[in-house]
């Protein structure tokens, strides 16, 4: 490829994210899974609208859910907003720390665990998800590798 093909193709990619706004995560959504034997793990998310996307999430194992959490990003002044509803846990805000065409991150320094949660697309299909920060005094992640899914697979 040529210097101005490259250079034309990179304008071209940098022209289809969004400056600003929801849409700029627009990427996030669909239906993503995560299964091993012991769990199953499943995020869906609606499609960026009214400057909102809602998400939902679930764990299952041994047949029986273990874990839930409805999640709302907004829009917020020229950032993002990460509004989480964890089962059995109170509610918390975390705020856009960096927004890319293929990843985000949030962060609330002031919550428990975790501080972080990020986003990363890694194809098409593939997808990994993470939450991290500091526990009992040691810096902690932990990773979400997901796949797209069928949404409302009924099985």
């Not at 899974?33 to 609606?46: H, I």
């Not at 993002?80 to 705020?95: K, R």
Request: proline share 4%; hydrophobic share 40%.
């Amino acid at each position: 490829m040529t210097t101005i093909a490259l250079v034309l193709a990179a304008a071209a990619a940098v022209a289809e994210v969004p400056a600003s706004g929801i849409e700029r995560i627009g990427w996030l959504a669909g239906c993503w899974e995560s299964a091993d034997a012991a769990r199953g793990v499943e995020e869906s998310w609606m499609a960026p609208r009214g400057g909102t996307m809602l998400g939902a999430g679930r764990t299952v194992r041994g047949g029986k859910l273990v874990e839930y959490e409805l999640v709302l990003v907004r829009e917020q002044g020229d950032g993002l907003a990460y509004e989480a509803h964890p089962s059995g846990q109170p509610s918390a805000v975390f705020l856009s720390k960096e927004i890319g065409a293929d990843r985000v991150v949030f962060e609330n320094l002031e919550h428990d665990f975790p501080q972080r949660v990020g986003y990363r697309r890694d194809g098409a299909d593939t997808l990994t998800a993470w939450i991290e920060g500091t526990r009992d005094g040691k810096t902690k992640r932990i990773d979400f590798p997901y796949k797209r899914a069928a949404c409302g697979d009924a099985r």
